[in-house]
């Protein structure tokens, strides 16, 4: 069974794999967009849960959540590729949401249902343990 990490490292990588490259040759900063994604989506980055060490059992607040910086320092501009944007004269640029696509990825979402799985198997075993000491 995949951790957590290993999700939120999928998502990362993912993230950094369907950023689009920026093609012309004039650019400056040619890869900049992808080297700053994966500086800024590792999995301790990506992965966000409010306890370290949580009982799933008793505790109602324990939570998990992926976040996914698609404009990190130094490439802003990610926002505008994600989200698209409307130039001043009219033309409009339209999305390319990467991020998105990295978390709604297949092989993301497999690695979510079996990690859920095996969590529902581990309250269920808790819960069990639990009664049986009552």
């Known amino acids: ?14 993230t950094v794999a369907y950023a689009p490259i920026n093609k012309d040759p004039q650019a400056p900063k040619r890869g900049n967009l992808k080297r ?21 059992v008793q505790d109602t607040k324990f939570g998990i959540q992926f976040s996914v910086n698609y404009a ?19 033309k409009t640029i339209p999305p390319n949401p990467f991020a998105e696509k990295a978390i709604n990825d297949p092989s993301v979402r497999k ?24």
């Open 1 to 14: 069974m995949a951790s957590l990490k290993d999700i939120a490292k999928k998502v990362g990588d993912l």
């Open 36 to 56: 700053r994604l994966k500086a800024a989506n590792t999995p301790n980055k990506v992965l966000k849960t409010n306890v370290k060490k949580p009982n799933i």
């Open 72 to 90: 990190p320092t130094g490439a802003k501009y990610g926002k505008f590729v994600e989200e698209g944007f409307k130039h001043k004269g009219g």
């Open 111 to 134: 690695m979510i249902k079996d990690y859920t799985k095996e969590l529902a198997k581990e309250v269920k075993k808790q819960l069990l343990e639990d009664f049986r000491k009552k």
